[in-house]
């Protein structure tokens, strides 16, 4: 390799990891002559084996022609036929897999499942892709799929019988990140999810666009193989304050970061049960827009002592007045509250002007 090629590559790969560094390392890999390139691969891979594989992005219609295709861990897929891409590119080095609103389809997605050379996949991502129960049925029949940590199914039509394929699917033992957003989940389906002997490593779980109802919220705070969650999305499902009462009492919900709960229409009442939510004292992240809440709700949640650790709150598309926002700066339980959305709500600019003034340290989006 020549002087100034290695110097360039050296400096590359002695930044902090980041999805723009790693495509400047492979412009430089494209741009070696011949005689360097394999000498510049095997060391841009010796040293990239610390990088986190979800930055090590190469798009799959780069695959035939790219110097720096076995650099990839995660690929993304669009309109390329799936059939020839898998039989005519090596895959066994990629971790992570994505494809992006194509038509996949539950055959697309059963010969994905099907190879022994995406056995080493640990991100598994198809939004939007057409998949139905049939698609999971391939998956819970799957030898290979062993290894996944994250599965993001959103959009599609998977249902309540297709979350309990998957929460009987040993495969997914490793499984931590769990999205089925927009899915025609119903709330009894999440019963199958608590009750799983096989998925209970989960921290993050996003089931936004549902039917989740009382039902479910009941099952989820019932279950304890849900006790490791940290992020739990359940924004534009049919949640009520019954079934915000069941959360927020569970003795599972403990290790809770951040909650998104907007556009559920559950009212004051439903914020009250958040702030009598005394198991959830790591909350830092608190989703309740469009949610038919008014000052009442600020107040509520500004007398609660075991939301000290909040710093995001988003209030967008209430009624929310500036009296209201002031509770909540002003609270002596909410230390670390610092950034707030209010984006369709009475405060306006010049309220924020003023309470700036005051609190030049506070984050606010009107937007």
């Given at each position: 390799m020549s002087s100034n090629s290695l110097q360039e590559l050296r400096a590359l790969l002695?930044?902090?990891p980041s999805e723009e560094g790693f495509k400047a390392i492979c412009r430089c890999i494209e741009?070696?002559?011949e005689e360097d390139l394999g000498v510049g691969v095997d060391y841009a891979a010796e040293h990239l084996e610390t990088w986190p594989d979800d930055v090590r992005v190469g798009l799959g219609s780069a695959a035939a022609t790219a110097r720096w295709w076995p650099l990839v861990r995660h690929c993304l897929l669009y309109e390329e036929d799936l059939a020839s891409f898998l039989s005519l590119h090596p895959t066994d080095h990629l971790r992570g897999l994505e494809f992006g609103s194509n038509m996949l389809g539950d055959d697309g997605f059963a010969l994905v499942v099907s190879l022994p050379q995406l056995a080493a996949l640990t991100t598994l991502k198809a939004a939007n892709c057409g998949l139905t129960q049939e698609g999971l049925d391939a998956l819970q029949d799957s030898e290979h799929m062993t290894r996944l940590t994250t599965l993001h199914l959103?959009?599609?039509?998977?249902?309540a019988?297709?979350?309990?394929i998957l929460a009987q699917c040993p495969q997914l033992a490793k499984l931590t990140a769990l999205d089925l957003s927009s899915n025609g989940v119903e709330g009894w389906g999440?019963?199958?999810l608590a009750q799983s002997e096989h998925v209970i490593r989960l921290t993050v779980l996003k089931l936004n666009e549902n039917d989740i109802d009382t039902?479910?919220?009941?099952?989820?705070a019932d279950a304890p193989n849900m006790a490791g969650l940290e992020t739990l999305a359940l924004s534009d499902n049919a949640v009520d304050p019954e079934g915000l009462e069941a959360l927020a009492t569970s003795r599972h919900m403990t290790r809770l970061t951040s909650l998104e709960l907007s556009g559920n229409g559950f009212g004051d009442e439903g914020a009250q049960a958040l702030a009598n939510a005394s198991n959830m004292t790591r909350l830092r992240e608190l989703d309740l827009a469009d949610n038919e809440l008014s000052d009442e709700s600020a107040e509520a949640l500004a007398d609660a002592r075991h939301l000290s650790s909040l710093t995001t709150l988003d209030l967008s598309i209430n009624d929310i007045?500036?009296?209201?926002?002031a509770a909540l700066i002003?609270?002596?339980?909410?230390?670390?509250l610092t950034e707030f959305f209010l984006g369709d709500t009475h405060v306006s600019e010049d309220d924020v002007e003023a309470l700036l003034s005051a609190h030049p340290n506070l984050i606010f989006h009107l937007d």
């Open positions: 002695h930044h902090a741009a070696l002559e959103p959009d599609n039509d998977i249902g019988e297709g979350l309990g999440l019963a199958s039902e479910g919220m009941e099952a989820l007045t500036v009296d209201g926002l002003e609270s002596p339980h909410l230390p670390r």
